[in-house]
């Protein structure tokens, strides 16, 4: 039976109501509720410990909410059969060191219902489309942690998930294989699937998400799509500047030009938001350089889901 | 419950265990050593060769006349032989205290202090003799004692037999210058000499008993009690390896990592409890398989097996129950240990520690009470003796119908257990 083809097209594919889960006094995922729509990609944005992990583990059926419901494509995670349309991508590289990476695959396309002839095909071709067929047949212990991870990502998509849960899924991968692993997750969104992407990585988020909640300490601080929780903060554009030493000095002399007084210090470099950044950049220069700061560089860009969670948390999202 | 979800975890289970060096000696190689260090330190190929005692020997008797003296007595222990095998190898001292010396350094088996005159005194009446029994470690002083006693009765007995004889001759030879021929005892039939031989001959060894050896098949030869020991060992591999399989079950997956992502597949709990089960039941039988191996051509072990008996086909049933017995008691185990490492140590300890009350390795009746009761309560020992009693007894399907049926019980009930243990062991996963 294939559950999805059963299903009205227009109930989403993952729904979250009020879920939290405790350890003992700590809150991991604190009353989250969104939901997601079938072909959607989903990004959950946050820094290390904001409940993503627990939140996709709790998606995934591996872990009991203490409170709240979760619904996959109508049905609860638990049911095996679900399962059997979801794929898991845990963060950290789980595999069997002692099998190759063909082996490692296989088995899973076992617990699939795969097998034969279909099985071998169709893990060749994903480990093919990872850059890990020349290696198939080494033991996935010899693996680096990139080839791992590339592994990993390839098991999760062995059975033909409808949905697809990712955790960090390109954390460790290098440039290269990052951008592969992008345009397969393009790939499966143009097929319709849907995607929920955990990440820390804000240009990753940008980059594939239709929709994207941003997490801190469990809760979700701002839902949904990029360029719409940009505008609602009300930033125009980022003027970095970097000097020549540490930058907590000049804080008082930029932050009439900021918007909303909004600087950001971190070590030598000044993040300033601006509405008119034209005007005001000129401006900004000259008062560093007439109080005796020397200027490294200037860049203006456009602000990033990295300066909303910025402007929402006053933390960036990967501390330094 | 899907084939394919259970055949995968077998083949995984079986990859990974064989081809994991710490696995691979606990499963492969230590039941091999553990055949091979009964095979030829239990029971060593010279165990049906007699044994050559290193004696000292101080002679004061050697500058007598008589026609035996000491030094007649040193000759014969250096060349006195039993089976075709030296008994003792001779080394003589100058004086007592060295030859003391060398027996407390445990240099020497034993040690013979042979006094002036006891050649004269052999001959013509009662000779003393002093007899140290040396020994270099607890087992060893019983067996030198045995020997040293055996050589002594021994060689009294035949001196007093030759006497006898000697006495018979010259009574025969000139008893008839000195008695009423054909005098006779009242109530006996037989001629004076005659009574006299019969009566000297009973002084000598009251009680001429015959032993006959009725061990059973398996416990004649060496060859066939190292195949009482081979399957021993194969049953100890079954306690600890059993135990460590079923304490792995979910604890060894989660330490990997890869529970997360199991509970995560549609293979369900159950799936993966098959899977792992059948794997460990078949790597169980190539443990046991290996033993047997070893055993035969390693250490020239004979096992008993008839296919025709019905009753030798309970043997590898039993095996199975055993190692479904054990794999449960290893997931009930599961419920206290959190780490793959505190599992596997337990599982050793354990296995060790029933393997004695099991009485795998010494029979049961060395054990004092408490520890024998133990033994007796414990499932597997059921199971143990039960294939002992098939394989060494020649006990008929009758005989241990009874108990295979208790270890069936007991497998089914501790199995059962064992399960619900899992199962909280992944419900705690879940709500942690």
Redesign the interface.
């Given at each position: 039976m294939n559950l999805s083809n059963d299903r009205s097209m227009y109930e989403p594919a993952v729904s979250v109501k009020n879920v939290s889960k405790r350890f003992g006094d700590r809150t991991a995922v604190d009353d989250v509720s969104f939901e997601v729509k079938r072909g959607e990609v989903y990004g959950l944005l946050g820094p290390n410990g904001a409940g993503k992990t627990t939140l996709l583990s709790i998606l995934a059926g591996v872990v009991n909410p203490t409170s709240g419901t979760v619904r996959i494509l109508g049905t609860s995670p638990l049911d095996s059969k679900t399962r059997g349309l979801v794929g898991f991508c845990p963060q950290e590289p789980v595999v069997y060191d002692e099998l190759s990476g063909f082996e490692n695959i296989m088995f899973y396309a076992g617990l699939h219902g795969l097998s034969g002839s279909e099985a071998v095909k169709k893990c060749r071709e994903l480990l093919d489309k990872l850059g890990l067929l020349e290696y198939a047949d080494r033991r996935a212990g010899k693996y680096s942690g990139g080839m791992k991870k590339r592994l990993n990502f390839a098991i999760a998509l062995i059975g033909d998930p409808e949905v697809l849960l990712l955790d960090e899924p390109t954390t460790g991968m290098d440039p290269g294989i990052r951008r592969t692993v992008w345009d397969l997750i393009a790939e499966l969104r143009s097929l319709g699937k849907t995607v929920i992407l955990a990440t820390h990585y804000m240009e990753e988020a940008e980059a594939l998400s239709d929709r994207v909640a941003i997490m801190d300490g469990g809760r979700v601080i701002a839902e949904g799509e990029p360029e719409m929780l940009k505008k609602e903060c009300g930033l125009r554009a980022v003027i970095n500047l970097e000097l020549m030493e540490p930058a907590g000095g000049a804080l008082k002399l930029v932050e009439p030009y900021a918007y909303e007084g909004a600087v950001y210090v971190d070590g030598n470099s000044l993040r300033v938001y601006v509405e008119d950044p034209d005007t005001v950049a000129p401006k900004l220069v000259s008062r560093l350089l007439n109080n005796g700061y020397k200027l490294l560089a200037m860049r203006i860009s456009p602000p990033t889901l990295e300066d909303v969670f910025l402007k929402l948390t006053g933390r960036r999202l990967v501390e330094e | 419950m899907?084939w394919?979800?259970i055949?995968?975890?077998v083949?995984?289970e079986l990859?990974?265990t064989l081809?994991?060096r710490e696995q691979l000696f606990w499963i492969v190689f230590w039941p091999m050593i553990l055949v091979l260090m009964t095979g030829y330190i239990f029971i060593p190929p010279s165990v049906d060769q007699p044994k050559t005692l290193k004696i000292g020997v101080v002679n004061y008797d050697n500058r007598s006349t008589a026609p035996f003296n000491g030094s007649y007595f040193v000759q014969i222990l250096d060349e006195v032989e039993y089976k075709g095998v030296k008994l003792f190898d001779v080394v003589e001292y100058e004086n007592e205290s060295t030859m003391v010396d060398d027996l407390k350094g445990g240099r020497l088996d034993g040690g013979f202090l042979i006094p002036r005159g006891f050649g004269a005194n052999l001959m013509m009446g009662q000779a003393t003799l002093r007899i140290y029994v040396g020994a270099s470690d607890l087992q060893s002083a019983q067996i030198n004692e045995a020997i040293l006693r055996g050589f002594i009765e021994g060689m009294s007995r035949e001196i007093a037999y030759r006497k006898v004889n000697e006495t018979i001759y010259y009574m025969r030879r000139y008893g008839s210058q000195y008695m009423p021929e054909n005098l006779t005892i009242p109530g006996f039939n037989e001629t004076l000499v005659e009574f006299l031989e019969v009566w000297m001959t009973g002084l000598v060894e009251p009680i001429n008993a015959t032993f006959v050896d009725v061990k059973p098949e398996t416990l004649m030869t060496r060859s066939t009690v190292i195949g009482w020991y081979t399957l021993g060992a194969a049953g100890m591999s079954i306690l600890y390896t059993g135990l460590n399989i079923g304490s792995l079950m979910a604890v060894g997956e989660k330490e990997?990592?890869?529970l997360?992502?199991?509970?995560?597949?549609?293979?369900?709990s159950t799936?993966m409890l098959i899977g792992k089960t059948l794997a460990g039941v078949l790597t169980l039988g190539l443990t046991t398989g290996l033993s047997v191996i070893v055993g035969i051509f390693g250490c020239g072990a004979k096992i008993l097996w008839n296919p025709l008996k019905p009753e030798h086909w309970l043997v590898p049933l039993l095996l199975v129950l055993g190692s479904l017995l054990m794999i449960g008691f290893g997931m009930l185990l599961s419920l206290v240990t959190k780490t793959a490492r505190g599992a596997s140590g337990l599982s050793t300890v354990l296995g060790m520690m029933l393997s004695f009350t099991a009485g795998i390795w010494f029979p049961k009746s060395w054990m004092p009470e408490w520890m024998r009761f133990l033994g007796d309560v414990f499932p597997a020992t059921w199971a143990i003796d039960a294939m002992r009693s098939i394989m060494v007894f020649e006990a008929g399907l009758a005989e241990v119908l009874l108990d295979t049926f208790k270890v069936l019980a007991a497998t089914t009930v501790i199995y059962l257990l064992g399960i619900l243990a899992y199962r909280t062991v992944l419900r705690r996963y879940?709500?942690?």
């Amino acid at each position: 039976m294939n559950l999805s083809n059963d299903r009205s097209m227009y109930e989403p594919a993952v729904s979250v109501k009020n879920v939290s889960k405790r350890f003992g006094d700590r809150t991991a995922v604190d009353d989250v509720s969104f939901e997601v729509k079938r072909g959607e990609v989903y990004g959950l944005l946050g820094p290390n410990g904001a409940g993503k992990t627990t939140l996709l583990s709790i998606l995934a059926g591996v872990v009991n909410p203490t409170s709240g419901t979760v619904r996959i494509l109508g049905t609860s995670p638990l049911d095996s059969k679900t399962r059997g349309l979801v794929g898991f991508c845990p963060q950290e590289p789980v595999v069997y060191d002692e099998l190759s990476g063909f082996e490692n695959i296989m088995f899973y396309a076992g617990l699939h219902g795969l097998s034969g002839s279909e099985a071998v095909k169709k893990c060749r071709e994903l480990l093919d489309k990872l850059g890990l067929l020349e290696y198939a047949d080494r033991r996935a212990g010899k693996y680096s942690g990139g080839m791992k991870k590339r592994l990993n990502f390839a098991i999760a998509l062995i059975g033909d998930p409808e949905v697809l849960l990712l955790d960090e899924p390109t954390t460790g991968m290098d440039p290269g294989i990052r951008r592969t692993v992008w345009d397969l997750i393009a790939e499966l969104r143009s097929l319709g699937k849907t995607v929920i992407l955990a990440t820390h990585y804000m240009e990753e988020a940008e980059a594939l998400s239709d929709r994207v909640a941003i997490m801190d300490g469990g809760r979700v601080i701002a839902e949904g799509e990029p360029e719409m929780l940009k505008k609602e903060c009300g930033l125009r554009a980022v003027i970095n500047l970097e000097l020549m030493e540490p930058a907590g000095g000049a804080l008082k002399l930029v932050e009439p030009y900021a918007y909303e007084g909004a600087v950001y210090v971190d070590g030598n470099s000044l993040r300033v938001y601006v509405e008119d950044p034209d005007t005001v950049a000129p401006k900004l220069v000259s008062r560093l350089l007439n109080n005796g700061y020397k200027l490294l560089a200037m860049r203006i860009s456009p602000p990033t889901l990295e300066d909303v969670f910025l402007k929402l948390t006053g933390r960036r999202l990967v501390e330094e | 419950m899907r084939w394919s979800a259970i055949k995968a975890f077998v083949v995984k289970e079986l990859k990974t265990t064989l081809r994991s060096r710490e696995q691979l000696f606990w499963i492969v190689f230590w039941p091999m050593i553990l055949v091979l260090m009964t095979g030829y330190i239990f029971i060593p190929p010279s165990v049906d060769q007699p044994k050559t005692l290193k004696i000292g020997v101080v002679n004061y008797d050697n500058r007598s006349t008589a026609p035996f003296n000491g030094s007649y007595f040193v000759q014969i222990l250096d060349e006195v032989e039993y089976k075709g095998v030296k008994l003792f190898d001779v080394v003589e001292y100058e004086n007592e205290s060295t030859m003391v010396d060398d027996l407390k350094g445990g240099r020497l088996d034993g040690g013979f202090l042979i006094p002036r005159g006891f050649g004269a005194n052999l001959m013509m009446g009662q000779a003393t003799l002093r007899i140290y029994v040396g020994a270099s470690d607890l087992q060893s002083a019983q067996i030198n004692e045995a020997i040293l006693r055996g050589f002594i009765e021994g060689m009294s007995r035949e001196i007093a037999y030759r006497k006898v004889n000697e006495t018979i001759y010259y009574m025969r030879r000139y008893g008839s210058q000195y008695m009423p021929e054909n005098l006779t005892i009242p109530g006996f039939n037989e001629t004076l000499v005659e009574f006299l031989e019969v009566w000297m001959t009973g002084l000598v060894e009251p009680i001429n008993a015959t032993f006959v050896d009725v061990k059973p098949e398996t416990l004649m030869t060496r060859s066939t009690v190292i195949g009482w020991y081979t399957l021993g060992a194969a049953g100890m591999s079954i306690l600890y390896t059993g135990l460590n399989i079923g304490s792995l079950m979910a604890v060894g997956e989660k330490e990997r990592g890869t529970l997360k992502r199991l509970l995560a597949s549609p293979a369900t709990s159950t799936d993966m409890l098959i899977g792992k089960t059948l794997a460990g039941v078949l790597t169980l039988g190539l443990t046991t398989g290996l033993s047997v191996i070893v055993g035969i051509f390693g250490c020239g072990a004979k096992i008993l097996w008839n296919p025709l008996k019905p009753e030798h086909w309970l043997v590898p049933l039993l095996l199975v129950l055993g190692s479904l017995l054990m794999i449960g008691f290893g997931m009930l185990l599961s419920l206290v240990t959190k780490t793959a490492r505190g599992a596997s140590g337990l599982s050793t300890v354990l296995g060790m520690m029933l393997s004695f009350t099991a009485g795998i390795w010494f029979p049961k009746s060395w054990m004092p009470e408490w520890m024998r009761f133990l033994g007796d309560v414990f499932p597997a020992t059921w199971a143990i003796d039960a294939m002992r009693s098939i394989m060494v007894f020649e006990a008929g399907l009758a005989e241990v119908l009874l108990d295979t049926f208790k270890v069936l019980a007991a497998t089914t009930v501790i199995y059962l257990l064992g399960i619900l243990a899992y199962r909280t062991v992944l419900r705690r996963y879940a709500e942690a």
